[in-house]
C-alpha cells in the first residue's frame, strides 16, 4: 500500500484531514477481531484507545473500502467508510456531536447501527435490519431478510442515502440529499432543473454562488415529471436525470469515456469547489473541476480579501500583506452593525480604488447614482450597508448588505470601494454556531479558518432577496482559464499541509 502525501493532485481536504488522522495511520498493529464482511445483531465494539486513526471494523469484499472508527480532531470518533488505499473518507455518519474516542464509547448493532456511550446515544439509523454490510462500491448498508420473489435482501438504510461530502461512482444524489463541504460553509443541492452551490456565511440563509442548469441536449425535463438527480459515472462524467432512460446533462470530466480502473469520486471542496478525481493507483487525479478561475470562489481570499486574476490574494486595506492570511477586518463582526451600538462608533472606513464586486455582481442590488461619493453617503448613513462598490463609468452603485468577502482585483480606477471595517475588535475565528457539519472535521474547520479568514460571517442580511434573484436569474456554469494564483497566496493552507507531512515523516 502505497502513499503519497506530496501529491499535487490531492485533494486540498484531504491535506487537511491528514493533519489529524494521517500521523499515526499505518502504525496500527492492533488486531481487528471484527473485521468481516457482514456483520449480524449482537455485534458490538469499542474504540482501542492505542490506535491513534482509523479502527476498521468492517472490509468490503474487494478490500478497497473499509468502515471503522475513524479519529477526528484528536480526541472524538466518528463513524466512517475509507477508500484504503488512499485512507480518504467517503462517507462519514453526520451526528451532530461526537463521541469521545474512548473505551466508553461503543458503537454497536441491534438493527439499528448505534454510537452511544453510558449517557447518550450519539447517532443511530432507527432501523430493525439484520446485518450490516459494505458493498464493494463503498456502500453501506443495513439489510433484512430475502426477498421471496428475487432472492434479494431489502436494504433498509444505507450511506449512499446520507453522502457526507462525497459522492463516488455509480452513487446517486438525489433531490432531498444534500454535500456539505468539511468545514460546514458549502454545499450543494439541486434544484428543479440545476446543480447549485450554496455558502453559508450566516445562520439563516445560503447564498447561491454557482448555478449548473441541465443543457438538456439528450433529454429534455418534463413538467411534472418528478425530480432530478444526478450519477457519477464511471465512464468519467457527471450525469442529471429525470428518469432512466437519457441523461437531462452530461458534465463530461477529462477522463471521458477513457476507461480507468481507479475510483471516482466527486467531492465539495471546502474552498467551495466541486472537483472529480480519479484514484491512479497511487494519488488522487484532478479530473473535473466546477469552478476553474480561483477569483470566480465564492470567498478565495477570505474576508476584506481582494483577488486579483492572474495575480492572487491581497487585502482591501492595501497598507497590510496578505501574508498572515488573513486580512485587517476579517471577522470583525459579531453582531451586524445595526444591533450593537458600538459598531457605529468603531467603525472606520477604508477606501480602495481598482475593485469590483463578486462574480455573481449582475444579480446584486444596485442604485445609479450621479457620483461616488452619494454612493458613499448611502452607505454610511445605513447601517445595514457594510461596503458599497461605484462604477464611475455606468453610475451603478453597488451595495454590500453582508459582511464583506472577498472582492474582485480589476485595473480599472473608475470603480472605487467604500468599506467599513470594525476597529478594535477581538478578533473570533470561529463560530461555534456557524454551521451544521462543522464539528465532524473541526480541525480541518480550524485550519481552513485560520487560512482563509473566514471569521465570523455571523450577520448576513436581507439576503432572501439577492437569494431569490439568484436562483431566478443565474445562468449556466462560470468559466475561464484556470490561474494558479500561486504559492503566496494560499500560504497558510500549505503551511497545514506541511505540518501533516511534517507530522507524518
Ligand atoms: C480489513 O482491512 C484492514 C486494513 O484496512 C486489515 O487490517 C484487516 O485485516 C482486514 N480484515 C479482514 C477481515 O479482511
Ligand atoms: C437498539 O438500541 C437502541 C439504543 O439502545 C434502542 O433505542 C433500540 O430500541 C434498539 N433497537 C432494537 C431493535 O432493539
Ligand atoms: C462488485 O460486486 C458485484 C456483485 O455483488 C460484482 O458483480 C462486481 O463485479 C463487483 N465489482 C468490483 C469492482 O469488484
Ligand atoms: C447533517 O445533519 C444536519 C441536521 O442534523 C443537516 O442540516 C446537514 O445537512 C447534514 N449534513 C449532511 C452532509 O447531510
Ligand atoms: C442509482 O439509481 C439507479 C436508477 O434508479 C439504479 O439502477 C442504481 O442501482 C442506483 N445506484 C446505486 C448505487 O444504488
Ligand atoms: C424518459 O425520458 C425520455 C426522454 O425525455 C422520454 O422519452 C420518456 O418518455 C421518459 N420516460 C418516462 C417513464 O417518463
Ligand atoms: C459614540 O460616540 C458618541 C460621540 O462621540 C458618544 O456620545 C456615544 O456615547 C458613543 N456611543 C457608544 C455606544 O459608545
Ligand atoms: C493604497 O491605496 C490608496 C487608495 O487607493 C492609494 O492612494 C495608495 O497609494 C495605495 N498604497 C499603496 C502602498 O499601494
Ligand atoms: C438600508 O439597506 C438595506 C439593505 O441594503 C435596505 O434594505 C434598506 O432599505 C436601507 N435603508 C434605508 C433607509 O435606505
Ligand atoms: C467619473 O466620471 C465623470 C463624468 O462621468 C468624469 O468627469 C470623471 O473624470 C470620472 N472620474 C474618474 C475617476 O474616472
Ligand atoms: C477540536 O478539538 C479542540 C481541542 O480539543 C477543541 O477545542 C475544538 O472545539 C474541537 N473542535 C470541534 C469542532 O469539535
Not at 279 to 294: C, E, F, K, N, P
Not at 355 to 361: Q, T
Not at 410 to 417: I, N
Amino acid at each position: 500500500m502505497e502513499i503519497s502525501f506530496n501529491s499535487p493532485t490531492r485533494p486540498p481536504s484531504t491535506h487537511l484531514l491528514f493533519l489529524l488522522i494521517i500521523p499515526f495511520l499505518y502504525t496500527l498493529t492492533w488486531p481487528c477481531p471484527a473485521a468481516a464482511q457482514e456483520l449480524l445483531k449482537g455485534f458490538e465494539a469499542t474504540p482501542n484507545p492505542s490506535i491513534s486513526s482509523f479502527q476498521p471494523l468492517l472490509n468490503d469484499s474487494s478490500g478497497k473500502f473499509s468502515f471503522g472508527f475513524l479519529l477526528v480532531n484528536s480526541t472524538q470518533l466518528a463513524l466512517a467508510v475509507l477508500h484504503v488505499p488512499s485512507s480518504e473518507p467517503l462517507w462519514i455518519a453526520n451526528s451532530t456531536t461526537l463521541s469521545r474516542w474512548s473505551d466508553r464509547t461503543q458503537v454497536f448493532f441491534n438493527g439499528s447501527l448505534v454510537i452511544s456511550d453510558p449517557h447518550t446515544t450519539f447517532w443511530s439509523t432507527q432501523t430493525q435490519g439484520d446485518k450490516l454490510v459494505l458493498l464493494n462500491n463503498s456502500n453501506l448498508q443495513i439489510q433484512r431478510g430475502l426477498d421471496n420473489s428475487n432472492n434479494v435482501p431489502t436494504v433498509l438504510w444505507q450511506s449512499f442515502d446520507h453522502p457526507t461530502n462525497t459522492l463516488v461512482e455509480t452513487q446517486n444524489f438525489t433531490s432531498t440529499m444534500t454535500l456539505v463541504s468539511s468545514n460546514g460553509l458549502y454545499s450543494m443541492r439541486l434544484g428543479n432543473n440545476f446543480i447549485g452551490l450554496y455558502a453559508k456565511f450566516d445562520s439563516n440563509y445560503d447564498q447561491i454562488y454557482w448555478k449548473h442548469k441541465a443543457l438538456q441536449a439528450r433529454a429534455q425535463i418534463v413538467e411534472g415529471g418528478g425530480p432530478i438527480h444526478l450519477r457519477v459515472d464511471p465512464d468519467g462524467w457527471l450525469g442529471m436525470y429525470q428518469n432512466e432512460t437519457a441523461p437531462v446533462d452530461v458534465e463530461s470530466f477529462n477522463s471521458f469515456q477513457r476507461t480507468l480502473d481507479g475510483l471516482l469520486m466527486v467531492r465539495l471542496e471546502p474552498d467551495g469547489n466541486l472537483k472529480a478525481y480519479y484514484w491512479s493507483g497511487s494519488s488522487w487525479v484532478l479530473d473535473y473541476q466546477a469552478i476553474s478561475d480561483t477569483c470566480d470562489l465564492p470567498s478565495p481570499c477570505g474576508s476584506y480579501g481582494l483577488c486579483t486574476p492572474g495575480t492572487g490574494c491581497s487585502c482591501l486595506d492595501n497598507s497590510t500583506g496578505f501574508s498572515s492570511g488573513e486580512c485587517p477586518g476579517s471577522g470583525s463582526y459579531s453582531t451586524d452593525l445595526c444591533t450593537d451600538p458600538k459598531t457605529q462608533n468603531d467603525t472606520k472606513v477604508l477606501r480602495r480604488e481598482g475593485v469590483d464586486v463578486p462574480p455573481y455582481k449582475e444579480l446584486m442590488r444596485y442604485e445609479t447614482m450621479p457620483s461616488l461619493e452619494e454612493c458613499e453617503n448611502t452607505c454610511e448613513r445605513n447601517c445595514s450597508c457594510y461596503g458599497a462598490v461605484y462604477n464611475n463609468a455606468s453610475g451603478f452603485c453597488y451595495i454590500l448588505d453582508y459582511p464583506i468577502q472577498t472582492l474582485l482585483g480589476t485595473g480599472d480606477d473608475s470603480k472605487v470601494g467604500y468599506f467599513k471595517i470594525r476597529e478594535g475588535a477581538k478578533k473570533k475565528r470561529v463560530d461555534p454556531g456557524l454551521g451544521v457539519g462543522i464539528g465532524l472535521l473541526g480541525a480541518a474547520f480550524l485550519c481552513l479558518v485560520g487560512a482563509i479568514g473566514f471569521g465570523s460571517y455571523k450577520i448576513w442580511m436581507n439576503r432572501r432577496r439577492v437569494n431569490r434573484m439568484l436562483e431566478e436569474e443565474t445562468g449556466g456554469a462560470m468559466s475561464g482559464p484556470y490561474k494558479d494564483l500561486g504559492s503566496a497566496s494560499f500560504k497558510s493552507i500549505e503551511m497545514c499541509t506541511a505540518t501533516a507531512t511534517a507530522g507524518h515523516r
